[in-house]
């Protein structure tokens, strides 16, 4: 090593731009180095804590195999330097390169270790008098837990957060046999879990947990339940009404593609995928190119396609009772061992899996509004047109009202949408109604809310759409939900004051608000005929269109057959009612069917034998 | 390495020469087409352009000193050699090893911060991988001396991690 001035040593890293760092550090390709680093100095542990999620080392899961002081027998084998036996470190057994890796963590000190979620430890003191802590083996951050009492064996208490401990939004979940905890880090004590309906699960011990799209699940007996933390702070489990998978086995939970999967462990692996809408476990018997990692204290997915050969697609990684892991493939049902643990092994080896930035990204997306989710919307629109109509929009109750939507949209899909999305989804659909009944008003425009479908002359079509771009949408199909967000746009603007034209203007319905309320005087004067929509209004602004679009056009009267909704499903039912052979099985799959508007249309315009014939192919 | 009839396909570029100043006045001749190379240097020659005489051009380059820029030119002249003919990847890594492998740690550091300045990406890239595997596997102790890096932890955090762990501080290679 040439020995040079010191100054100039110091000068040239210190200038060594973040980039460069960066990339040094993706050319790492051993863990232990990386937490090497992360001791180096602050300004690298900060820069490998913002990086280590894309950081390739660290992409794939590794194995936590033991710990501490119990780490030395396992290592005489894997380390040739014996001095090194009575260090602090944890072995890590890397899937991808099936290389050992020991991680020197002086915070191990008499404490034991054992994973929890998203590559973090969790340690735990011999004496169990001091606080737990988590711990990050390559970044080596720690943040302490509050104090657990007694508790359990060790190596049976486990911990799930909900995403980065050093976020300070994370929850942390605690399972202690029986008992559920939450804390926030920060906070001095737990927080245990109300148990609702306790006693038909009384000394039961809770089997897995996961955080799934940021909500804590648990499985009981075999039966869901979700944790619902409420604005006072206590945190209730809530059985979801899920039917149970089957007989009580060793369940697993784990995320794979943002989709929430059940794998039951018996003789054989079962997967399941929770179909949301329909409340019921569906099985999966093929993975594709994905393999999942199956441990107590966490499980993992991973896409294989990424790692060439180093993993196996379709295939569940499973920690046996025998602490070997073993690799089944769920298309021939073959397995082998992936890892052999030492007699000496005292604690089963568990995954150590940091999620990648990919999959923290996919965590949080965005609604769609692109994208084709006509369940979701159709429900969306049917939720708050009830709502609107009981006047619950209305501004005093309108955050209460939202909130509701947005648990109703949470048990109805498993994804927590939030109030604001939920809100610019409301004013997303306002602004399409508005676009719509501008469209409707315009010279040439024939909509036929039968087929939905706006008729024009193409010369009328090009035009309109050069003037209004946003029209586009509607040349092939009109607005879905036009008459139901008519209806309830009105509902709320009757029921909101004068004030709350400023927010109306603000969600660009200005136009439509105008109508309702008198702009001149400050006071609340409403339209009388508050059921009157804004088409009408609009028609009778420009009435030299009037007569050219009859059939847009009229009073009250002459609309109700038009809006009166075609193929509703009230008609529909009628017709199945009407129908007195008819299975109750069919009759439930129709009703499922007709929550589109589509088959709605088709049965009613079937002939009778054909509706049969329908019918009975929906068995 | 450079066979002649290499360097008379691009004889018509490379006859024409440019001087480069270093950061510490020393003016070098270049060939044009190394020159384009450096990115600072190219985007003078491009605000210039209407300049006739090339030879007049002088650029300079306040970043970097002469003994680096010296280096740097035969590098990068070989390499725009290599890379315009048609050969193997192995060929390329093996004149990137033969450069990078006499280079003392601090000429390391010197060339990563003049390749970056200059933008030459396929240098910046060898240079990364050799330096990140020279902290491969070393202590933490080493991994500071050899980037000159003030240990910025407070001297709780240090006593305690010395004192737990020694054998972090010790090499894990032979440094």
Not at chain 1, 6 to 34: H, N, Y
Not at chain 1, 40 to 45: D, E, F, G
Not at chain 1, 565 to 593: N, R
Not at chain 2, 23 to 34: Q, T, Y
Request: aromatic share 10%; charged share 25%.
């Amino acid at each position: 090593m040439a020995a040079a001035e010191p100054s100039l040593r110091r000068s040239w890293s210190s200038d060594l731009p973040i980039e460069l760092l960066s990339e040094i550090f993706q050319k790492l390709t051993d863990c232990e180095d990386i937490s090497q680093c992360a001791a180096v100095c602050l300004s690298w542990r900060s820069l490998i804590r913002t990086l280590y999620r894309q950081l390739t080392s660290l992409q794939s899961p590794f194995l936590l195999l033991s710990s501490s002081s119990s780490s030395s027998l396992a290592l005489a084998s894997a380390s040739s330097n014996n001095d090194k036996k009575q260090c602090y470190s944890c072995t890590l057994f890397s899937t991808q390169t099936k290389n050992l890796h020991q991680i020197f963590l002086p915070q191990l000190k008499e404490r034991w270790c054992s994973s929890s979620s998203d590559g973090w430890l969790l340690t735990i003191p011999f004496d169990r008098k001091k606080n737990p802590s988590l711990l990050n083996p390559f970044t080596r951050d720690q943040i302490k837990i509050p104090y657990l009492g007694t508790f359990c064996k060790p190596q049976d208490l486990r911990v799930v957060t909900s995403t980065s401990p050093l976020d300070p939004e994370c929850v942390v979940l605690a399972i202690d046999g029986t008992n559920l905890y939450v804390c926030r880090p920060g906070d001095k004590t737990w927080t245990p879990v109300m148990m609702i309906h306790k006693c038909n699960y009384g000394g039961f011990n809770w089997g897995d947990t996961i955080c799934y799209k940021g909500e804590f699940y648990a499985d009981l007996a075999g039966q869901i339940f979700h944790l619902k933390f409420s604005r006072s702070g206590s945190v209730e489990a809530v059985s979801l009404p899920v039917s149970s998978t089957g007989p009580y086995g060793n369940n697993y939970f784990v995320e794979l593609k943002g989709e929430l999967l059940l794998v039951r462990v018996s003789q054989k692996y079962d997967v399941y995928r929770l179909d949301w809408h329909r409340k019921r476990w569906i099985e999966v018997r093929n993975i594709g190119p994905n393999a999942i990692f199956l441990g107590k204290h966490s499980s993992t997915s991973l896409c294989v396609s990424k790692f060439r050969d180093d993993f196996e697609e379709n295939c569940i990684y499973f920690v046996t009772n025998t602490r070997d892991v073993v690799v089944h493939h769920l298309g021939t049902n073959n397995y082998k061992t992936l890892y052999h643990s030492s007699l000496f092994c005292k604690i089963p080896p568990n995954w150590l899996r940091v999620e990648s930035a990919e999959f923290m990204g996919s965590k949080d997306e965005q609604i769609d509004y692109v994208a084709p989710w006509p369940i979701i919307e159709e429900h969306f629109v049917k939720l708050l047109h009830k709502v609107a109509k009981n006047g619950l929009l209305a501004l005093t109750w309108e955050e209460m009202a939202w909130t509701s939507i947005e648990d109703n949209m949470f048990e109805e899909f498993g994804k927590r949408y939030t109030v604001s999305k939920l809100k610019s989804k409301y004013d997303h659909l306002c602004r399409l109604h508005h676009e719509f009944s501008k469209l409707l008003a315009h010279t040439g425009m024939a909509w036929d809310p039968k087929t939905n479908i706006v008729r024009a002359h193409e010369d009328v079509w090009e035009s309109y759409i050069k003037k209004n771009p946003l029209a586009k949408q509607f040349q092939n199909k009109g607005c879905e939900y036009y008459h139901l967000l008519d209806e309830t746009i009105a509902y709320i603007q009757s029921s909101q004051s004068y004030n709350t034209k400023i927010e109306l203007k603000i969600r660009g319905v200005l136009d439509a608000a105008n109508m309702y309320f008198d702009i001149e005087g400050g006071k609340q004067s409403i339209v009388k005929n508050k059921r009157r929509c804004s088409l009408n209004d609009l028609n009778n602004l420009c009435p030299s269109k009037r007569s050219k679009t009859p059939q847009i056009s009229g009073n009250e009267s002459e609309r109700s057959p038009l809006f009166l909704e075609h193929a509703s499903i009230e008609e529909c039912i009628q017709i199945l009612e009407a129908m007195d052979d008819l299975d109750d099985d069919v009759y439930v799959k129709a009703c499922e069917k007709f929550t589109s508007i589509d088959w709605r249309r088709m049965f009613v315009a079937m002939s009778n034998g054909r509706k049969r014939k329908w019918l009975h192919s929906l068995k | 390495m450079a066979s002649s009839s290499s360097s008379s396909s691009c004889s018509s570029s490379s006859e024409k020469k440019i001087t480069l100043k270093s950061s510490d006045g020393e003016a070098l001749n270049v060939e044009k087409n190394v020159a384009l190379e450096f990115e600072p240097a190219k985007g003078f020659l491009e605000d210039n352009s209407e300049e006739a005489d090339d030879e007049a051009i002088v650029v300079p380059l306040p970043n970097v000193s002469a003994a680096v820029l010296s280096e740097l030119i035969p590098y990068v002249k070989q390499r725009l050699e290599l890379s315009a003919k048609p050969v193997q990847k192995k060929l390329i890594k093996a004149f990137d090893d033969q450069f990078t492998r006499h280079l003392s740690d601090d000429k390391l550091g010197e060339l990563m911060l003049a390749a970056n300045y200059l933008g030459v990406n396929y240098l910046l890239d060898v240079l990364c991988d050799v330096t990140a595997d020279r902290i491969k596997n070393k202590s933490v102790e080493y991994v500071r001396e050899f980037l000159g890096i003030q240990n910025d932890f407070t001297p709780e955090e240090e006593a305690e991690l010395r004192a737990q762990c020694p054998w972090a501080f010790e090499g894990v290679d032979q440094d």
